[in-house]
């Protein structure tokens, strides 16, 4: 059983940035995947990010290219979202998930451990 902590949220205002981290722990970190998703209120939890176990692959969604970047590191086995030109449309819990499996997903389905999430709030 895998356990997911996410941390770094927070208010910020538009053009800032934030790094969020994703601390893992019960498992296997190099066995997992890992992604990056968010939930705004009133709307389906959507894709952000994902990267592969080796850290060399890495996936974003168009709305986020260019100012968000993925990143980890299995020494610590911990995964990072480093969020830049923050704007007021990325307001959402932003939630860190776990995937068994060699290769990056962009569906929810595919990811077997969630963390709580951690709030990210831009102000325009």
């Known amino acids: 059983q895998v356990q997911l902590v996410e941390s770094g949220g927070g208010l910020v205002q538009a053009g800032e940035s934030l790094r969020l981290s994703c601390a893992a722990s019960g498992g296997t970190f190099t066995n997992y995947a890992m992604g990056w998703f968010r939930q705004a209120p009133g709307k389906e939890r959507e894709f952000v990010a994902a990267?592969?176990?080796?850290?060399?692959?890495?996936e974003l969604a168009g709305l986020v290219k260019g100012r968000f970047t993925i990143s980890r590191d299995n020494a610590k086995n911990t995964v990072y979202l480093q969020l830049n030109s923050l704007k007021a449309e990325d307001t959402a819990v932003y939630y860190c998930a776990a995937d068994i499996g060699l290769t990056v997903h962009r569906y929810l389905s595919a990811y077997e451990y969630w963390g709580q999430g951690t709030q990210v709030t831009v102000s325009s």
């Open positions: 990267i592969d176990w080796t850290g060399g692959i890495t």
